[in-house]
């Protein structure tokens, strides 16, 4: 059945905590319940370095956001500014955040990034892993973080689709395991499968 799906991989480098996942019980509900919070956390679980009251403490902020799949862009938002920590911008409720169309009714949105950190334009083309902007603080976001979520439309304010994520490890209390169109829970450390260099080349 997974060669039925369209291939939608994470949308960073490196280890990520979903801080939020489906169903989530601050803003993951009802027609917007489908969705992930991404934050980047330390061996304590902490998601800044101290003193934490400027931005810039958080480890995900200004971090690249990347293409899930190929595809083409169909809406930008921008201009918006970064909140300070614990402030939240409900008029701008997404934030900066941009939407790519993979296939007819199959979009993937990425929200609360920086302001004028985008690298692509409408309609340019681009591949999975293509740097899209940088993650901020933009929206109704009260710490730096990454939202993600796939919707049958291409408009920012979108519902959400639930769908997989094709290939992931997620590590949690000390455990990893290998996920095949699954879905990341909350609080599970994910990461992306790294190919090995000598059997690729083998």
């Known amino acids: 059945k997974n060669d039925s799906y369209y291939h939608i991989h994470l949308p960073f480098f490196g280890e990520w905590n979903v801080s939020q996942g489906h169903d989530g019980n601050i803003t993951h509900k009802g027609e917007w319940k489908d969705a992930f919070d991404f934050v980047i956390t330390d061996e304590n679980s902490k998601t ?16 690249p956001v990347l293409a899930t799949a190929d595809g083409i862009v169909v809406n930008i938002l921008d201009g918006i500014d ?12 997404w934030g900066n955040s ?11 949105k990425l929200t609360h990034l920086k302001e004028e950190t985008f690298k692509v334009k409408i309609g ?30 291409p408009y920012v304010g979108a519902k959400t689709l639930k769908y997989p ?18 879905y990341p829970l ?12 000598l059997l690729s080349k083998a």
Do not use: W
């Open 82 to 93: 970064d909140n300070s920590i614990g402030g939240i911008n409900l008029n701008d409720n």
């Open 98 to 108: 941009i939407v790519i169309k993979h296939a007819d009714f199959l979009y993937s």
């Open 165 to 182: 994520l094709a290939y992931y490890i997620s590590k949690l209390n000390g455990k990893y395991s290998f996920h095949s169109f699954d």
């Open 48 to 63: 800044f370095q101290l003193p934490g009251e400027k931005i810039e403490d958080f480890y995900c902020y200004n971090v």
């Open 124 to 153: 340019d083309y681009v591949k999975k892993g293509d740097l899209l902007a940088t993650c901020g603080n933009s929206g109704r976001s009260p710490e730096p973080h990454i939202h993600f979520q796939m919707q049958s439309t």
């Open 186 to 197: 909350e609080n599970q450390t994910i990461f992306k499968v790294a190919p090995n260099a």
